[in-house]
């Protein structure tokens, strides 16, 4: 479970983070995921729910630039992680624990609860919220729960993969940095590497 409580930085604003991380690289294209990629990377995963997800997870990819393969398959492997292979959309904790977390934004009774982790990378706190809401012109701020949603939570996991330059990271095949970046250490670092690998097989076949 990754926790975002990067309340005193500022990531870059709405439309300048998505823009500047979404130039392609020359002679690339984006290309969307097919279902039969999907399946064959999480072999686990229902075909109902891999029919599901997929759109909402193209679409976040491409609108955040996230359009090579090395720069899928890291975003694919830390999600596949984070998600539990995109079983959880939202923590299974009430969200207690993050009650008048002042580095997170949480000064209100309840927002602890209110602002818990949501999206197949768990965002947190209503700093975090505010800003992934701004950057997607969404209201998530008073609409937390839209974050749990696939339109909306692979769009967030998009979002803070460009507030903090995770393309850079996955272009120069740096899956480590990324992953600290993420978790804030090396967390399940075994099981995220498995999947990266992984999804370096299958985006080689295309």
Known sequence: MAL?????KSPKSSKSSQSDEAS???GETFQALTLEQLRSFLTR???ARAQEVLPHLNDAMSEAGINTPRRQAAFLAQLAHESAEFRYFEELA???AYERRKDLGNVKPGDGARYKGRG????TGRTNYRAAGKALELDLEENPARAADLDVGFRTAAWFWNSRGLNKHADKGEFDAI???INGGYNGKASRDTYYQRALRMLDKK
């Open 179 to 181: 992953t600290r970046r």
């Open 120 to 123: 197949p990378i768990q965002i």
């Open 45 to 47: 995963l229902p075909k």
């Open 94 to 96: 009430t969200g207690r």
């Open 4 to 8: 975002f409580g990067f309340g005193s």
């Open 24 to 26: 392609e690289p020359k």
